[in-house]
């Protein structure tokens, strides 16, 4: 035996030593024969060597974990090779190291390939954001550029706010009241707005836009209270907003990234006047009932559940007559052992004018009494608070119609009693006021069922938003704001920035001065007599501004600047000679322009008298080509007078003094009450077209040509809408009117294009990144015009990255740009911020823009099935066993997908055991469970056959996740048998039967021969 043992071990190395010199001899014919017999053997166990790493490395990079590029497979292999000759010690640590790379690229990388998401049509285009007429959308079907009549854009400092379309009125805008509030998740700020409405509104501070949201299933009214937490809005309904009118303790949340509401558990007590809520920014919101009670609840937004054990405020109550009576305080401050709001602090106000003012600390859970708010200053209706971190200071507006503004220093424990610190707010405040911090500003709204939303700059201590000291313009009032450069030095307007000169109408006398660069109101002498139908007012360029009364009066007044005294002047005649439509005062439509030290005016109200004023006389000037009526308006470039003919007409005209009238080219769209003429010191004249649309125009005097321009930020509803222009800074100011106090900022051109448009894409939903690879675009860009763009990145849709700009200002018809570089996070939703660049005689036109990147290319794993007799699951079931249930239910648990993530299942109940579900969309779910509701035939098995989708649209292989053979009932079933053919079929037994009676189609007993059948 142990013979034949050494001979077989024999045998085996004399073949293993054959194959080898086989080898040998076979490297040898590689090798130079000069090389030694040592180095031979040497050189032949580093070729194996390195022929067996290269396999491995082959095998390695080829497999489903990393996709190298060819040049690196290439270059790695030969530097190995070379290595490996010169360094055989270290090939064994090589080896090593690279199978532990692999095994971490094979448990942490997933396989990418590249795809792309095009912008490229005009619906892509207008389905992003912009400043409506900023960008044009519609000249080249499937580009975007500057719009040429942009002019310039309304400055974020004066925001306006959302209006109706063609509304009529004041139901035209839309007034914010009890119940309304504001919130931020830090990119847009929300607003209700009360009033007995279910509007929820977004606001953008980066464009100065505003869009409708999904409507709340309910309306708001009082104690209507809105905030924001980790994607979401959660809201109550107040006092008297729910769907019956009634008192309610409902309480709701709307999803940013679906738009949508839902409702969620009751409060404890039902809210009304006073009540509000706050988020300490952890999960956890906070409650004061108000209705002049000392109750407040915590809810917890994971288990949806409210407590209502928490203390209420001692010996004192939140009155119904209150605003929004709570603001969260995040950070300590004091120092051990007697450091405050360790876990964050609420602050509370009691409303109804109280200045009793508390705190209570989270961490400790107890309220103690704060300093109390400067005597005076409690808040009442519209009282409202915010808290900024950088300066640790909490902002308060009182409300109950005052402007009164005020500011606590939290780790001072002190109310700043320096008005300087604290202007007051631009208007007074009433019920509907709220405030909210953004960034470095606070956005107010001021309630008291009006549209005004202001802006505070909190660096620079003071309101940006403009509003008039009281409401302007009710009846045909026209051209009562304008502008005044700085004049020097006791001049009356020695503003830096220049001085406003606004009357306020409404059978008023009153008129103001706002400094743009103190930012401050002044009352001026009052106007000799009452202004408002056909009121006007124009600046002379020198030191004095004209006022035409209207109010069907014929009375002229000048206004001395430098003394800020008025002054009669000669009354405007009451007919024209070269007129046939016979006398009339100044009314309706009546307007004047200063050309230099000439004023000429038409005198509306149906009549086409126009006049001349030379400082002393008035002068006949040749009748305007139409009457004039509500919409007339009049400016002129100290060369000609332009005006609009007004009382539903577009017809423009210009008057040459000496000449005469001539027609140029209309106006795109009619005029009547508000229009406004306004001219820019150049080329261009501005105009609102009133009517109660947001329609704002340029008209380009060389080109004689309109083009519509960025629309005006509110509708100009009805009368007093006016402007005012800077011609120095190229600014535009402009009054809404119409019983409202706001005045508007925007910053234009004299170029053929405003200096920049900005665009904001859709939420672009790329399923799953990987990393971004590279940006693509076509823009042409004449001249030294440019496009810059910009990425953001988000998980949810609501919380985005900081814009990272990752193409500056290119000159080039197109753009490819490498992005492996940028820091932007790869994530599911990415934004592009595109900024079109004029050099003021050209536009860049952008036709598209692709972004390239590695997406998820892995299939999901499917479920595994747990079953059960029914939906109670109270009987567990084993897959491949027989059942008699004839609704089975089955749990899914365990897909995965290390990706994009698993977005759903294709699932389908059957008997062939191979079917693939996901070849109908029928049978896709998002859902976990199912349940079998069709009926099986007893003896037959059924699979639950399973496709997993993830959220790249990658799918798993069909499987059956459980198999079930039924034993129960079949469904019932009937057969019927009509012929002879059914009743002699195989397998069927006759006896006694005749299957031939009635032409085949019958079958009866047999007769039978030695019996007959008998009655019983």
Same mark, same amino acid.
């Given at each position: 035996m142990e013979a034949k043992k050494r001979q077989k071990f024999s045998s085996k190395r004399s073949k293993k030593t054959s194959v080898t010199r086989k080898r040998q001899s076979l490297a040898s014919r590689v090798h130079s024969a000069s090389i030694s017999k040592k180095k031979k053997k040497k050189s032949e166990k580093h070729a194996k060597t390195t022929q067996a790493f290269s396999g491995l490395t082959k095998r390695l990079l080829s497999s489903k974990f990393v996709t190298p590029p060819v040049s690196v497979v290439t270059k790695s292999y030969h530097f190995f090779k070379e290595f490996s000759v010169k360094n055989p010690l270290w090939i064994v640590v090589g080896v090593l190291v690279l199978g532990v790379t692999a095994i971490f690229l094979n448990t942490h990388l997933t396989l990418g390939v590249s795809d792309t998401y095009s912008v490229t049509s005009q619906e892509q285009w207008e389905a992003g954001e912009y400043y409506p007429g900023t960008v044009d959308t519609k000249t080249s079907a499937g580009d975007i550029s500057i719009n040429p009549g942009a002019g310039g854009t309304w400055s974020t400092e004066t925001p306006g706010f959302i209006t109706d379309e063609g509304g009529y009125g004041l139901a035209a805008y839309r007034g914010n009241y009890y119940g309304a509030d504001l919130t931020t998740d830090g990119t847009y700020v929300y607003i209700i707005q009360g009033n007995y409405t279910p509007y929820l509104i977004q606001y953008n501070p980066e464009l100065n836009t505003f869009k409708f949201l999904a409507n709340a299933p309910t309306s708001f009214e009082y104690g209507g209270s809105i905030e924001y937490y980790n994607g979401a809005l959660y809201a109550t309904n107040g006092g008297l907003g729910d769907e019956n009118g009634e008192a309610t303790k409902h309480f709701y949340k709307y999803d940013i990234a679906?738009?949508?509401? =839902? +409702? /969620?558990?009751?409060a404890p007590d039902s809210w009304g006047m006073g009540s509000d809520i706050v988020s300490n920014g952890s999960g956890t919101l906070y409650a004061a009932r108000g209705i002049s009670t000392p109750t407040f609840w915590k809810y917890n937004i994971s288990s949806n559940m409210w407590d209502d054990t928490m203390a209420g405020l001692p010996d004192y109550q939140i009155y119904t007559t209150n605003g929004h009576a709570l603001v969260y305080m995040s950070d300590p401050y004091g120092s051990d052992p007697e450091e405050?709001?360790?876990?964050?602090? /609420?602050?509370?106000? +009691? %409303?109804? *004018?109280?200045?009793?003012?508390?705190? #209570?600390? &989270?961490?400790? =859970?107890?309220?103690?009494?704060?300093?109390? &708010? /400067?005597?005076g200053y409690g808040p009442h209706y519209g009282g409202a608070m915010a808290y900024d971190p950088t300066t640790g200071y909490i902002f308060m507006q009182r409300g109950y119609n005052t402007d009164d503004f005020l500011k606590f220093n939290v780790s001072a424990e002190t109310w700043d009693t320096l008005i300087a610190d604290t202007p007051d707010a631009p208007a007074t405040i009433y019920g509907g006021g709220s405030l909210v911090r953004f960034g470095n500003y606070l956005y107010s709204l001021r309630g008291n069922n009006r549209p005004e939303f202001w802006r505070y700059d909190i660096t620079h201590s003071h309101w940006d938003s403009i509003s008039t000291p009281n409401n302007v313009g009710n009846a045909g009032e026209d051209g009562m704001t304008t502008f005044v450069p700085n004049l020097g030095v006791g001049s009356n307007c020695d503003s830096a920035d220049g001085c406003l000169f606004i009357a306020q109408g409404e059978n008023t006398t009153n008129f103001w001065k706002y400094d743009l660069s103190a930012h401050t109101w002044s009352t001026l002498a009052v106007v000799s007599g009452a202004v408002q139908e056909g009121g006007s007012f124009c600046y002379n360029g020198a030191d004095y501004i004209y006022a035409l009364r209207g109010n069907n009066t014929v009375n002229f007044y000048r206004y001395t600047i430098s003394t800020d005294t008025w002054g009669g002047m000669p009354s405007i005649p009451t007919t024209h000679s070269g007129s046939s439509l016979g006398a009339r005062n100044a009314y309706y439509g009546a307007d004047i322009t200063c050309m230099g030290t000439t004023v000429y005016a038409t005198k509306g109200y149906q009549r086409d008298h126009f006049y001349s004023f030379d400082g002393s006389s008035w002068s006949e000037e040749t009748v305007s080509p139409y009457a004039t009526y509500y919409g007339a308006a009049l400016t002129n470039n100290g060369t000609y007078v332009y005006g609009l003919m007004g009382d539903n007409r577009n017809e423009f005209h210009r008057y040459e003094p000496?000449? *005469?009238w001539t027609a140029m080219a209309p106006l795109p769209t009619s005029t009547y009450y508000s229009a406004d003429l306004v001219y820019d010191g150049t080329n261009y004249i501005y105009a609102i077209s009133g009517n109660y649309e947001a329609y704002f125009w340029r008209y380009d005097i060389a080109a004689n040509a309109w083009t519509r321009s960025i629309d005006f930020p509110e509708q100009?509803?009805? #009368? *007093?809408?006016?402007? %005012?222009?800077?011609t120095t800074n190229d600014i535009l100011y402009a009054t809404r009117g119409f019983n409202t106090t706001s005045v508007y900022k925007a910053d234009m051109t004299n170029n053929a294009y405003a200096d920049s448009a900005t665009w904001i894409s859709d939420t672009l939903d790329l399923k799953w990144v990987n990393s971004f690879t590279t940006f693509a675009a076509t823009h042409p860009t004449p001249g030294a015009s440019s496009v810059t763009f910009d990425l953001r990145s988000s998980t949810d849709q609501v919380t985005w990255s900081a814009w990272e700009t990752i193409v500056s200002a290119d000159t080039g018809a197109s753009t490819s740009f490498d992005m492996s570089g940028v820091t932007t996070p790869n994530a599911r939703y990415v934004q592009v911020k595109v900024t079109l660049t004029s050099d003021g005689s050209n536009t860049p036109t952008l036709s598209d823009f692709t972004i390239t990147y590695e997406k998820d290319s892995d299939n999901p794993t499917n479920p595994t099935a747990t079953g059960y007799s029914?939906?109670?699951?109270?009987? %567990? &079931?084993?897959?491949?066993?027989?059942?008699?249930y004839p609704s089975p239910y089955f749990s899914l648990s365990g897909a995965t997908d290390a990706s994009s993530g698993v977005a759903g299942y294709y699932v389908q109940w059957t008997d062939n055991a191979s079917v693939d579900p996901s070849l109908s969309e029928d049978y896709y779910q998002t859902g976990t469970d199912f349940q079998v509701n069709t009926d099986m035939v007893s003896g037959t098995t059924y699979y639950l056959r399973i496709v997993t989708k993830d959220n790249n649209g990658n799918t798993s292989a069909a499987a059956s996740a459980f198999t079930y053979t039924y034993n129960g009932i079949s469904p019932a079933s009937t057969q019927t048998w009509t012929s002879r053919a059914d009743f002699e079929a195989a397998g069927t037994v006759t006896s006694n039967v005749n299957t031939t009676a009635g032409s085949e189609t019958n079958m009866t007993l047999s007769s039978i021969a030695t019996g007959l059948w008998m009655d019983l």
């Open positions: 679906t738009d949508a509401w =839902s +409702r /969620l558990a009751d405050s709001c360790t876990s964050g602090c /609420l602050y509370a106000t +009691r %409303g109804n *004018g109280n200045t009793q003012f508390f705190k #209570y600390d &989270i961490g400790e =859970s107890q309220w103690s009494n704060a300093t109390d &708010i /400067l005597t000496g000449v *005469g100009t509803n009805g #009368y *007093g809408a006016s402007m %005012g222009f800077d029914d939906s109670s699951q109270g009987t %567990g &079931i084993t897959t491949g066993n027989s059942y008699y």
